[in-house]
């Protein structure tokens, strides 16, 4: 006798299901960049030269995904071209930059939290420069994301001992990446991201590869131990490669606005991982408790919100 088969109804959870899991999936994959990167740079990297072998890889393996999938779709225009170099220096990369030494001073827990200011940042640009909405939800979103940063870098505490400029670089990583989300809505609707990606972390690498170069990091490459190398071909893997298509699959299925809302698990996992991989870098409970309220804004800036908006693109 064979099985009954599934209506409608039953479908659609069963999709909606799959796109959830996917989507958690990714989070979990995403929140790995930050032990991958501290664990590289305990054995010999540094910033701007894993950055830039970082992306040249991650560049490759998009390219290649893109043209499996479908070649057309890395054919670009020279304004494309452009606006790829934009995202790269005043977005993508610039975030990528302040977020692995941000990393170094101040922890993957911390960083990370800062770094989910970006979605409030993206409504105040979108409000400010694209004369979007900026509803009494979006307000009270943005107060809860910075009380909550508050917390997590200690400024009400008698002697506050967070790093200053730790604390600057993650918030310029979310800065970047709020930047990166509003100059790549528009290309979105006509580029697949996997190429946006390609020929961002392409322009990326030459970028900080000519930087590295010219400071004399690049040659520090020499001296990186297996591991390290074995950090870079995970943060490849994971948290850029997986992370990405996860997400794009969760997407399909669901809609940006409700991924991204979902993909916020990454901060609850990066604490989690972190506190696991780097003890000392467990946070205290006024800390916990301002991750869990930015957590919450986030959440509230996101849910509901048309697929439309700016903000329902995710970084990557």
């Known amino acids: 006798m064979g099985a009954r088969p599934l209506d409608q109804r039953e479908v659609t959870f069963l999709n909606r299901r799959a796109a959830t899991g ?63 170099l934009a995202l790269a220096l005043t977005g993508y990369g610039a975030a990528s930059l302040c977020y ?24 105040i640009i979108g409000w ?20 909550g940063c508050a917390l997590v870098a200690d400024v009400f505490a008698a002697s506050a001992g967070m790093n200053v400029l730790g604390l600057v670089l993650g918030l310029g990583a979310a800065l970047g990446y709020a930047v990166f989300n509003v100059l790549s809505y528009r290309s979105l609707h006509r580029t697949p991201r996997l190429t946006l990606m390609a020929y961002t972390f392409a322009f990326s690498a030459v970028a900080l590869g000519i930087t590295a170069a010219a400071t004399g990091a690049i040659a520090r490459v020499a001296d990186w131990d297996v591991i390290a190398w074995l950090a870079v071909v995970l943060i490849v893997a994971i948290p850029t490669f997986a992370a990405v298509m996860l997400y794009l699959g969760g997407i399909k299925r669901m809609g940006a606005a409700q991924a991204a809302v979902v993909s916020t698990l990454e901060l609850p996992f990066t604490v989690a991982f972190a506190a696991i991989a780097f003890p000392a870098e467990r946070l205290s409970l006024p800390q916990l408790l301002g991750a869990a309220i930015v957590l919450g804004g986030v959440v509230l800036a996101e849910w509901g919100s048309p697929s439309g908006e700016v903000d329902g693109v995710a970084a990557v």
Do not use: N
Request: hydrophobic share 55%; charged share 10%.
């Open 100 to 123: 692995s030494y941000a990393v170094g001073l101040i922890g993957a827990s911390v960083t990370t939290v800062l770094l989910y200011t970006y979605p409030a940042m993206v409504s």
């Open 128 to 147: 400010l420069v694209l004369r979007e909405p900026f509803p009494i939800k979006r307000v009270a979103a943005v107060a809860l994301t910075f009380i």
């Open 22 to 84: 996917a989507v958690i999936a990714s989070a979990a994959c995403f929140a790995t960049l930050g032990i991958l990167t501290k664990w590289a740079f305990q054995h010999g990297a540094e910033p701007m030269s894993l950055l830039a072998v970082r992306f040249a890889l991650a560049a490759t393996v998009m390219g290649v995904a893109q043209a499996v999938r479908d070649p057309q779709g890395l054919k670009v225009t020279r304004g494309d071209l452009l606006r790829f």
